[in-house]
Structures are given as structure tokens and as C-alpha cells.
């Protein structure tokens, strides 16, 4: 019984889903061009394992502006340069909301939060709070002690770490966290070994790690609403516990901090300004909820620890691939900076190669390879074809930064293309030369694109700095494994695992 009963109940879903998307089928003419849709599901089954490889391969057929259909869906993939600009700076009011998805609902407090809010009034009242009081140069200098202190204590563990190898990235990971944790709330919430944090918090960082992967799948129900109340892939239900268990860590950080319990000495803490808001956010009557403030810190803790520790953990894994370059890179350190002291932000605009290998690693390495999609407000029109109202958004930053018509041997990693005599020595990161956008563009462009920008360089000036790299168990260079493993984020399949050898006298690090 129970067998024929799901027999009946599945062909009727079959039977709807059909009906559906027989009757959503009727595309506007002029479209870009794109692979033939399968039936219901569209063009999900061409995403494979990694998208944004999958997508590159596609823009290769049928060029830098592809139309796909996933499920009813209309998507357009832009995968150049030009075509990004068109999207994200002529078209870019057009373009300044988010569709609806699963992790905006089931993770992100139903779009409370900055990242997936659609575009208005309380979206603008977010990103304000957060560029004046985190994101602001004034906000950014008042906390470069934050920054060091973090980076010092990275620095010793690592100079302690001996004979043993030592897991970089998971390292990186607990220094970008408690910095980020120590200016938003004012405590540590990650253990390092014997220099602890809050013990009860040590799961910060699966969480995160979770988040990025679930956030980056492709879940049927946000294509297929009929299909939404299946949870086929178990998206949905791994979200919403994700969710509580998030939900429980940022409560218990409200409570601490409102009882007085957490915080640091001489110096307002984002959490408190947030707190203080409550009230009139923006002085215009438009309050800021117990909710808003959860996902907002949410966005914080994710968006701004994850993407800086991959992205410094590609860049040593690039520089142990090149002993060459980090030689040169060294020497520059040594010039500038000295050997007597660790390398501090004051520094790091003297240090022009430091900078060059960051932006190449940004360049091969993105933090978001496939930007987080946006749907059209309205009509319009890009390289002669018609994009409709409703259609999503994606920018497969990864391929417009590998594009061999912008980019003279674009696989190479080739720092010196973004020196004087280079191929690109002016380019910029920070959104206005589409080539490279590693943060985006537009009114949606990372809100803490300069506080990541901060963060990686000094990093990655410190472990260049500090350190000669050996990778463990005797691999060679050559052999190094620098496969993708595909989420919201771009993170290395294998983690990296390395032996750090002090190159400087052992007081630095410890004075550090």
C-alpha cells in the first residue's frame, strides 16, 4: 500500500511540475544564446561539481553573455569583462536585488540581513551602519592594534609549531576570526591552543565552513517552487539547523554583552554601536531589531573570516610554487621593512611586489568565483539581446579573470603583469576595472572589501616575512595539489599542509 500510494503521489508531482513548466516556457525573443534546456530542471544538470568551471566551458561555446534555464527560471551568466560592466555599472539599478533562495530564507532571519536583503530602504540603512561604524577608514585605523595583536599571536604559534607540520588555513582561519570577533562583540571566539578564546564558541568555524558550503549549492526548490516543500537535496533541512545553532551562538553574544559580561576596555565595540541604535537606526524612525542585529553579525562573521583565510592560504600555496617569487618578495621585505621587527599596515604600501602577488592571487584565486546572483527590477537590454524582468544575475568573476583575450597567459601566476611595465600595472581590485573583481561591483560590491583588502595584505606580508615555506611529508612544489573544492567560497580541495622555518631572529616573534 504504502509503495502504490507514493507511486500515485509522485506522478501526480511529475504530472503539476509538468504543467508548470509547460505553461512558464514562454521566453521573450532575442535572447542570448545558451545551451538547450532540459526538461523541468533546464540547464541544472550543466552546472556539474564546480559551476563556475562548468559555466566557463559553456561561455566558450556560446559566448560571454549566455541565457540558461534552471528549472523556471531565467538566468543570464556574464563571463567578461565588457558584459560585466554593462550588468554591474550601466545596468546596475536594475541589477541591485537579490532573488529569492533558500540560504536568504532558512538562513539568513528570511532576508533580514545585509547580504540578501533586497534592495532598499532598510538595505541602505544596513550598509550604512556598517560603512560608517566597521567599514570606514577612521573605523578601520582605530583597530589596526586588533589586527596586529591577532597576526602576532598567528606569528608565534606558527614559530612554535617546531619539527610538526601545521594546517595553515585552519591557522588563518581562527586569526581572521577572533579579529573580526574582537572588533564586532570585543572577545576572542575561536581556541588556539593554550591561548584559548571562549571554549564554549570553538565551533565557530565549522559553522562558517558549513555555511559556505550549503550557500553555494544550487537547490532545486528555489527553481522548481512547486518542488520547494520536497527538500530533494536536503538543502533546506541542513539550513535551518545550521540556523539554530547559529541563532543559539549569537544569542548567547546579545545576552553577554547586555549584561556587561564580554567586551573590551577603551574601545566601542560594533555590537555596542548596534545596541545603541536599536531605537532610531537611522534617525528617521526606521528601528533596528534584535534580528536585524543577529544577521547582521551573521554576514560579519562569515563573509569577513572565510574569504581572507582562503585567499592568503592560495597565495603562500601559489608562493611555495614559485620559490622565486617569494625570494624577490623577501627581499623586498628586507629592504623596506627590516628584519629586527614584524611587518605592520603602515608598511604595506611600500611593499609594491607584496601588492602585485596579491592581486594576482585575487585574480586566479577569487573569494566568490560566481558572484551571489541578483534578479533585474526591470527590462533591458545588453550586447543587442533582450534581458527580461525577473531574469537572475551571475558574473562568473572566475573566468573573466582567466579571459586569454584580456589576459596574456592568463593560468600563469604572474605577479609582475600589475607592475610598472606590465600588462595591467594600473589596475584595480576594488570594483571599477571589471578585468578583476574579486569583491564585485556596483551598489552590491562587498561591503568589507577594504577591511579584506587590510587583512590579506598584511597576512600575507607577515607569513612572507616571517617564514620559509616546506610543504609536509616531503611533496614537492611541482606536485602540489591546487584543485578547487566548489562552495559560496573558494576553497582548496586539499587543505594546506606545511612546515613553517623562522627567518628572522627569534625575539621578533616573540616581541610581536
Given at each position: 500500500?504504502f509503495?502504490?500510494?507514493s507511486i500515485?503521489?509522485?506522478?501526480?508531482?511529475?504530472?503539476?511540475?509538468?504543467?508548470?513548466?509547460?505553461?512558464?516556457?514562454?521566453?521573450?525573443?532575442?535572447?542570448?544564446?545558451?545551451?538547450?534546456?532540459?526538461?523541468?530542471?533546464?540547464?541544472?544538470?550543466?552546472?556539474?561539481?564546480i559551476?563556475?568551471?562548468?559555466?566557463a566551458?559553456?561561455a566558450?561555446?556560446?559566448?560571454?553573455?549566455?541565457?540558461?534555464?534552471f528549472?523556471?527560471?531565467?538566468?543570464?551568466?556574464?563571463?567578461?569583462a565588457?558584459?560585466?560592466?554593462?550588468?554591474?555599472?550601466?545596468?546596475?539599478?536594475?541589477?541591485?536585488?537579490?532573488?529569492?533562495?533558500?540560504?536568504?530564507?532558512?538562513?539568513?532571519?528570511?532576508?533580514?540581513?545585509?547580504?540578501?536583503?533586497?534592495?532598499?530602504?532598510?538595505?541602505?540603512?544596513?550598509?550604512?551602519?556598517?560603512?560608517?561604524?566597521?567599514?570606514s577608514?577612521?573605523?578601520?585605523?582605530?583597530?589596526?592594534?586588533?589586527?596586529?595583536?591577532?597576526?602576532?599571536?598567528?606569528?608565534?604559534?606558527?614559530?612554535?609549531?617546531?619539527?610538526?607540520?601545521?594546517?595553515?588555513?585552519?591557522?588563518?582561519s581562527?586569526?581572521t576570526?577572533?579579529?573580526?570577533?574582537?572588533?564586532?562583540?570585543?572577545?576572542?571566539?575561536?581556541?588556539?591552543?593554550?591561548?584559548?578564546?571562549?571554549?564554549?564558541?570553538?565551533?565557530?568555524?565549522?559553522?562558517?565552513?558549513?555555511?559556505?558550503?550549503?550557500?553555494?549549492?544550487?537547490?532545486?526548490?528555489?527553481?522548481?517552487?512547486?518542488?520547494?516543500?520536497?527538500?530533494?537535496?536536503?538543502?533546506?533541512?541542513?539550513?535551518?539547523?545550521?540556523?539554530?545553532?547559529?541563532?543559539?551562538?549569537?544569542?548567547?553574544?546579545?545576552?553577554?554583552?547586555?549584561?556587561?559580561?564580554i567586551?573590551?576596555?577603551?574601545?566601542?565595540?560594533?555590537?555596542?554601536?548596534?545596541?545603541s541604535?536599536?531605537?532610531?537606526?537611522?534617525?528617521?524612525?526606521?528601528?533596528?531589531?534584535?534580528?536585524?542585529?543577529?544577521?547582521?553579525?551573521?554576514?560579519?562573521?562569515?563573509?569577513?573570516?572565510?574569504?581572507?583565510?582562503?585567499?592568503?592560504?592560495w597565495?603562500?600555496?601559489?608562493?611555495?610554487?614559485?620559490?622565486?617569487?617569494?625570494?624577490?618578495?623577501?627581499?623586498?621585505?628586507?629592504?623596506?621593512?627590516?628584519?629586527d621587527?614584524?611587518?605592520?599596515?603602515?608598511?604595506?604600501?611600500?611593499?609594491?611586489?607584496?601588492?602585485?602577488?596579491?592581486?594576482?592571487?585575487?585574480?586566479?584565486?577569487?573569494?566568490?568565483?560566481?558572484?551571489?546572483?541578483?534578479?533585474?527590477?526591470?527590462?533591458?537590454?545588453?550586447?543587442?539581446?533582450?534581458?527580461?524582468?525577473?531574469?537572475?544575475?551571475?558574473?562568473?568573476?572566475?573566468?573573466?579573470?582567466?579571459?586569454?583575450?584580456?589576459?596574456?597567459?592568463?593560468?600563469?601566476?604572474?605577479?609582475?603583469?600589475?607592475?610598472?611595465?606590465?600588462?595591467?600595472?594600473?589596475?584595480?581590485?576594488?570594483?571599477?576595472?571589471?578585468e578583476?573583481?574579486?569583491?564585485?561591483?556596483?551598489?552590491?560590491?562587498?561591503?568589507?572589501?577594504?577591511?579584506?583588502?587590510?587583512?590579506?595584505?598584511?597576512?600575507?606580508?607577515?607569513?612572507v616575512q616571517?617564514?620559509?615555506?616546506?610543504?609536509a611529508?616531503?611533496?614537492?612544489?611541482?606536485?602540489?595539489?591546487?584543485?578547487?573544492?566548489?562552495?559560496?567560497?573558494?576553497?582548496?580541495a586539499?587543505?594546506?599542509?606545511?612546515?613553517?622555518?623562522?627567518?628572522l631572529?627569534?625575539?621578533?616573534?616573540?616581541?610581536?
Amino acid at each position: 500500500m504504502f509503495c502504490i500510494t507514493s507511486i500515485i503521489y509522485a506522478s501526480i508531482i511529475v504530472l503539476v511540475v509538468y504543467v508548470f513548466y509547460k505553461l512558464d516556457t514562454r521566453y521573450p525573443n532575442g535572447l542570448p544564446p545558451g545551451p538547450t534546456p532540459w526538461p523541468i530542471v533546464g540547464n541544472l544538470p550543466h552546472l556539474g561539481p564546480i559551476p563556475h568551471h562548468s559555466l566557463a566551458t559553456l561561455a566558450t561555446q556560446y559566448g560571454p553573455l549566455m541565457h540558461l534555464r534552471f528549472g523556471f527560471v531565467n538566468v543570464v551568466v556574464a563571463a567578461s569583462a565588457s558584459v560585466a560592466k554593462q550588468f554591474l555599472k550601466d545596468h546596475d539599478a536594475k541589477f541591485s536585488s537579490r532573488p529569492p533562495s533558500s540560504g536568504g530564507k532558512h538562513i539568513a532571519y528570511n532576508y533580514q540581513d545585509l547580504v540578501f536583503a533586497p534592495y532598499g530602504p532598510r538595505w541602505r540603512m544596513l550598509r550604512k551602519i556598517c560603512s560608517v561604524h566597521l567599514f570606514s577608514n577612521k573605523a578601520l585605523d582605530d583597530f589596526v592594534h586588533v589586527r596586529q595583536e591577532e597576526v602576532a599571536i598567528l606569528t608565534r604559534t606558527l614559530f612554535g609549531a617546531g619539527q610538526s607540520p601545521v594546517k595553515l588555513g585552519q591557522l588563518l582561519s581562527i586569526c581572521t576570526t577572533n579579529a573580526l570577533a574582537r572588533v564586532t562583540i570585543g572577545i576572542r571566539v575561536v581556541g588556539n591552543g593554550s591561548r584559548g578564546g571562549d571554549p564554549k564558541a570553538d565551533v565557530v568555524n565549522d559553522m562558517v565552513v558549513e555555511l559556505i558550503q550549503l550557500a553555494g549549492e544550487f537547490n532545486i526548490g528555489d527553481f522548481i517552487p512547486v518542488l520547494d516543500w520536497l527538500d530533494l537535496q536536503g538543502v533546506a533541512g541542513k539550513m535551518k539547523k545550521l540556523h539554530k545553532r547559529f541563532d543559539s551562538f549569537l544569542n548567547s553574544i546579545l545576552e553577554e554583552h547586555k549584561s556587561g559580561k564580554i567586551g573590551e576596555m577603551g574601545h566601542v565595540q560594533l555590537l555596542s554601536i548596534l545596541i545603541s541604535l536599536k531605537d532610531d537606526a537611522d534617525g528617521k524612525g526606521q528601528k533596528l531589531s534584535d534580528v536585524e542585529i543577529k544577521a547582521l553579525l551573521l554576514n560579519l562573521f562569515v563573509a569577513g573570516t572565510d574569504t581572507s583565510y582562503t585567499t592568503v592560504e592560495w597565495a603562500i600555496a601559489e608562493l611555495i610554487r614559485h620559490p622565486e617569487l617569494l625570494k624577490q618578495a623577501q627581499e623586498e621585505m628586507d629592504t623596506v621593512v627590516g628584519r629586527d621587527r614584524l611587518v605592520t599596515e603602515s608598511d604595506l604600501n611600500q611593499l609594491t611586489f607584496l601588492q602585485a602577488i596579491v592581486k594576482e592571487n585575487f585574480r586566479l584565486h577569487p573569494p566568490a568565483p560566481l558572484s551571489l546572483p541578483r534578479i533585474a527590477s526591470e527590462s533591458c537590454e545588453v550586447n543587442g539581446y533582450t534581458i527580461s524582468k525577473g531574469s537572475t544575475l551571475l558574473v562568473n568573476v572566475w573566468a573573466i579573470a582567466r579571459d586569454p583575450d584580456m589576459w596574456t597567459d592568463p593560468l600563469e601566476f604572474r605577479p609582475d603583469r600589475f607592475l610598472s611595465g606590465g600588462e595591467k600595472p594600473d589596475a584595480d581590485v576594488r570594483g571599477n576595472d571589471f578585468e578583476v573583481i574579486p569583491f564585485g561591483a556596483g551598489r552590491r560590491i562587498c561591503a568589507g572589501m577594504s577591511l579584506g583588502l587590510r587583512m590579506v595584505q598584511l597576512l600575507t606580508a607577515t607569513l612572507v616575512q616571517a617564514f620559509d615555506w616546506e610543504l609536509a611529508n616531503g611533496l614537492e612544489p611541482e606536485n602540489l595539489n591546487m584543485e578547487e573544492a566548489y562552495g559560496l567560497g573558494l576553497r582548496r580541495a586539499e587543505p594546506l599542509m606545511v612546515h613553517p622555518r623562522p627567518r628572522l631572529a627569534p625575539y621578533v616573534y616573540k616581541s610581536g
